[in-house]
C-alpha cells in the first residue's frame, strides 16, 4: 500500500466524488484544488505528529524492527521525547481500490473543509457557509473515528520510486520511458509502473517479506511499431537506508529498507500492470528494455506490520 510521504494521497477526483459542486466553485472563484489537496496533506502531517510525540518506551518498538536495544538505550535512552513513528511508515491506502481507510476519508474531509472556507472567504454574502459548517461536522467526525482505529504502519518503510515527500527522491515521469529499435510489436498504449526491492529478504513475487515498495506513479507510453519499452531510473535516487526525508534522528530512530534493485510492471492500457523482469533488475543497472508480456500482477505496497492506538492520556517527564 502507498505510504504518507508517496504522494499528496487526495486528488481533486477524490473531492469531485463527494461534493459535485467542487468544480464548478473552483471555477467561479479561481480556487486552486491542487493546491488545497496539497494544504490539506500538509495541516494533516502537522495534527499527527501533534499525535506521535511520546516520551519514553519508543525503543521499545524500534526494537522489534531488528535495532539492538543496547544501541537504542546507550544512544538514545528511555526517557526521551520522539515520535513513535513517521509519516513515512504510514500506510494510507486500502487493499481495495474502492475503499478509503479512516486516514484518507480525514484528509479528504479536511480538504473539503479548506476548499469552502477558501470560497466562503472570497464572497461578502457568503452562501457557502453552509457546505463550510457541515464539513466541519463531518471532518471532526472522521478525526474522531481515526483517533479511536489507529494507523496501520510498517516498522520499516520502503518508499515509492519519486516519492513526493522523501528527501531527494528524484523524479518519475515521462522523461523515464523510451522506445529502442527491435521487436515486432504494433503501435500501442501501455501502463507503466516501477518499484523498489530490498534484496536481503525479498524472494519471489510470490514470497515479498514486506521488502517491495508501492508502486511509482503509473505512466501512461505509447509504443510505436515494432520497437521495445526502455525504462530508465537515472532520474531517481534509491532509498539508501537513511531516513532523511521523512524524519531526522532529532525526532527518533527509523530503519528504513535499502532499495537493491527495482521491478518493473506494464499492461495494455486500462489493465492491470504485470511483472516483466524474472528478477530484480540491480540498482547498478539503470535502464531495463522489454516488450510487456504476462506476469506476476502489480501490488499495492507493503503491509502493515502493527496498528498504532492513539493515547488519550498527559504524559509527564
Known amino acids: 500500500m502507498a505510504l504518507y510521504t508517496d504522494s499528496d494521497v487526495i486528488t481533486p477526483e477524490l473531492l469531485t466524488n463527494l461534493d459535485s459542486e467542487i468544480t464548478s466553485v473552483a471555477s467561479v472563484q479561481s480556487i486552486d484544488v491542487s493546491g488545497i489537496c496539497h494544504q490539506a496533506w500538509d495541516e494533516c502531517a502537522d495534527a499527527l505528529f501533534e499525535r506521535m510525540d511520546s516520551f519514553g518506551g519508543y525503543v521499545n518498538l524500534l526494537a522489534g524492527a531488528g535495532i539492538q536495544m543496547a544501541t537504542l538505550l546507550t544512544n538514545y535512552g528511555m526517557g526521551v521525547s520522539r515520535s513513535r513513528f513517521f509519516l513515512g511508515q504510514v500506510i494510507v491506502t486500502d487493499p481495495s481500490a474502492n475503499r478509503l481507510p479512516p486516514l484518507a476519508r480525514w484528509m479528504v474531509y479536511r480538504a473539503l473543509v479548506l476548499f469552502y472556507r477558501d470560497a466562503s472567504a472570497r464572497l461578502g454574502k457568503d452562501r457557502y457557509e453552509s457546505k463550510l459548517q457541515r464539513f466541519q461536522a463531518d471532518e471532526?467526525?472522521?478525526?474522531?473515528?481515526?483517533?479511536?482505529?489507529?494507523?496501520?504502519i510498517v516498522l520499516q518503510p520502503l518508499p515509492c520510486p519519486g516519492a513526493l515527500h522523501e528527501f531527494n527522491a528524484g523524479t518519475w515521469d515521462a522523461s523515464n520511458l523510451s522506445a529502442v529499435s527491435g521487436g515486432s510489436s504494433p503501435q500501442a498504449l501501455y501502463d507503466i509502473a516501477i518499484t523498489w526491492v530490498d534484496q536481503t529478504r525479498y524472494v519471489s513475487p510470490v514470497s515479498k517479506q514486506n521488502c517491495e515498495s508501492g508502486p511509482s506513479a503509473v505512466l501512461t507510453f505509447t509504443l510505436p511499431l515494432n520497437e521495445l519499452i526502455e525504462v530508465s531510473i537515472a532520474s531517481l535516487n534509491p532509498p539508501n537506508g537513511k531516513p532523511y526525508g521523512s524524519s531526522t534522528f532529532a525526532d527518533g530512530v527509523l530503519s528504513p529498507l535499502i532499495a537493491s534493485?527495482?521491478?518493473v510492471y506494464a499492461a495494455p492500457t486500462g489493465g492491470t500492470p504485470m511483472l516483466q523482469n524474472a528478477t530484480p533488475v540491480p540498482i547498478a543497472t539503470p535502464t531495463f528494455t522489454f516488450f510487456p508480456a504476462p506476469g506476476a500482477a502489480l501490488d499495492p505496497g507493503q503491509l502493515p506490520d502493527a496498528n498504532y492506538a492513539f493515547e488519550n492520556v498527559l504524559q509527564r517527564a
Not at 471532526?140 to 496501520?152: I, T, V
Open 261 to 263: 534493485g527495482w521491478n
Open 140 to 152: 471532526r467526525c472522521h478525526a474522531a473515528s481515526l483517533w479511536r482505529k489507529g494507523l496501520p
